[in-house]
T-cell receptor, first 113, second 118 residues
Framework: QKEVEQNSGPLSVPEGAIASLNCTYS??????FFWYRQYSGKSPELIMS????GDKEDGRFTAQLNKASQYVSLLIRDSQPSDSATYLC?????????????FGKGTKLTVNP | EPEVTQTPSHQVTQMGQEVILRCVPI?????FYWYRQILGQKVEFLVS????????KSEIFDDQFSVERPDGSNFTLKIRSTKLEDSAMYFC????????????????FGPGTRLTVL
């Protein structure tokens, strides 16, 4: 049974700071990882996807993947109050062609003005 | 920008009643999914659907659940006899591909249907 573990938080950072979110996954052969943002009562919204070891940057967001350590992280630079949400880490896990997402419980981030 | 849509946004039903949740995936996507999220819990996979058949289902997706693509645009989830524990947010998602390990695998989620079973 694939599992994705996240620091449940909550995480609180001041506006302008770097927020660091972490995730570990159980399946060594996992290939695809996603970070979604979920505002309260809303649906998951894709922030980043990452498939290869190393860093991937998109604006203020950087995802890092270390397959040897089975570790994925998300850095948010220059955090804004609008970044306050729950961040979901997900691992794609399927039976050949299905690729269902297995989600962690999420880390709730609060950015204080 | 294309998006996944879902109706209704909120459905209230009595225990034992049948409900149908509707989704319109992104038009050129080939893979369709249903997930649910019980209040305060993680998002859980229910079922995936490709080429007009179920490709994978979870333990949650028992005989009370069914999915259908009745036409070229809609994707539905039916719960035959609802239970109190079916109360949750139900999300539909779609992706262009699956298992390609590229951005084409990305699953886009609809806004969800909040199902309340009384």
């Amino acid at each position: 049974q694939k599992e994705v573990e996240q620091n449940s938080g909550p995480l609180s950072v001041p506006e302008g700071a770097i927020a660091s979110l972490n995730c570990t996954y159980s399946d060594r052969v996992s290939q695809s990882f996603f970070w979604y943002r979920q505002y309260s009562g809303k649906s998951p919204e894709l922030i980043m996807s990452i498939y290869s070891n190393g860093d991937k940057e998109d604006g203020r967001f950087t995802a890092q993947l270390n397959k040897a350590s089975q570790y994925v992280s998300l850095l948010i630079r220059d955090s804004q109050p609008s970044d306050s949400a729950t961040y979901l880490c997900a691992d794609s896990a399927g039976q050949g062609g299905s690729e269902k997402l297995v989600f962690g419980k999420g880390t709730k981030l609060t950015v204080n003005p | 920008e294309p998006e996944v849509t879902q109706t209704p946004s909120h459905q209230v039903t009595q225990m034992g009643q049948e409900v149908i949740l509707r989704c319109v995936p992104i038009s050129n996507h080939l893979y369709f999914y249903w997930y649910r999220q019980i209040l305060g819990q993680k998002v859980e996979f229910l079922v995936s659907f490709y080429n007009n058949e179920i490709s994978e289902k979870s333990e949650i997706f028992d005989d009370q659940f069914s999915v259908e693509r009745p036409d070229g645009s809609n994707f539905t989830l039916k719960i035959r006899s609802t239970k109190l524990e079916d109360s949750a947010m139900y999300f539909c998602a779609s992706s262009f591909l699956a298992g390609a390990y590229t951005s084409t695998d990305t699953q886009y989620f609809g806004p969800g249907t909040r199902l309340t079973v009384l």
